[in-house]
């Protein structure tokens, strides 16, 4: 029975380490599998798995504990997802911080670049106009990494819903 619990959690590890996210200026990859801000929650789930707990504050955020992960909803659109925070640090200052560090990757879809801890807002846009990449380019503000996290925002004006 251990030796059965000890692959278990060797294959449980093994797979959140392979978590890769792939970014555009207005979708992320998850494994290969395209996200917008059309995509409600349960589509992550069926991707990520059930979140450890839900911190329901003026929105719902999902945490993914054990992917250092965590996903806010609109507090508008319920189940409309707005943000992907990914926690590069063990036990965050907050209550929804992940209790466990982000271990993916992360990169822009279609180079090399890859982010990480150290990676800043700067570096992004300037590798972005150096190559000529228009994933992330313009969608930077000047915050970088508050408090050891990566946070990913759909495009705003991709919620309102067609009325044609």
Same mark, same amino acid.
């Given at each position: 029975?251990?030796?059965?619990?000890?692959?278990?959690?060797?294959?449980?590890?093994?797979? @959140?380490?392979?978590?890769?996210? =792939?970014?555009?200026h207005? *979708?992320?990859? %998850?494994?290969?599998v395209? &996200? /917008?801000?059309? !995509?409600?929650?349960?589509?992550?789930?069926?991707?990520?798995?059930?979140?450890?707990?839900?911190?329901?504050?003026?929105?719902?955020?999902?945490?993914?504990?054990? @992917?250092?992960?965590?996903i806010? =909803?609109?507090?508008?659109? *319920?189940?409309? %997802?707005?943000e992907?925070s &990914? /926690?590069?640090? !063990?036990?965050?200052?907050?209550?929804?911080?992940?209790r466990?560090?982000?271990?993916g990757a992360?990169?822009?879809?279609?180079t090399p670049f890859?982010?990480?801890r150290?990676?800043?807002?700067?570096?992004?846009?300037r590798f972005? *106009?150096?190559?000529?990449?228009?994933s992330?380019?313009?969608?930077?503000?000047?915050?970088?990494?508050?408090?050891?996290?990566f946070?990913?925002?759909?495009?705003?004006?991709?919620?309102?819903?067609?009325?044609?």
């Open positions: 029975m251990k030796t059965a619990i000890f692959f278990f959690l060797l294959l449980t590890t093994s797979l @959140l380490k392979s978590q890769k996210f =792939e970014l555009t207005n *979708k992320v990859y %998850i494994n290969g395209a &996200f /917008d801000s059309t !995509n409600l929650i349960e589509d992550y789930i069926k991707v990520l798995g059930q979140p450890s707990r839900v911190k329901h504050m003026v929105n719902n955020i999902y945490v993914f504990d054990t @992917l250092g992960l965590y806010y =909803e609109s507090y508008k659109q *319920k189940n409309r %997802i707005i992907l &990914f /926690d590069f640090v !063990n036990n965050g200052p907050f209550d929804f911080s992940p466990q560090a982000f271990k992360i990169q822009l879809r279609d890859k982010i990480n150290r990676t800043s807002y700067k570096r992004i846009k972005c *106009k150096k190559n000529k990449n228009t992330l380019q313009n969608k930077f503000d000047t915050t970088q990494f508050n408090y050891g996290t946070n990913f925002m759909f495009e705003q004006d991709k919620y309102k819903r067609n009325t044609n």
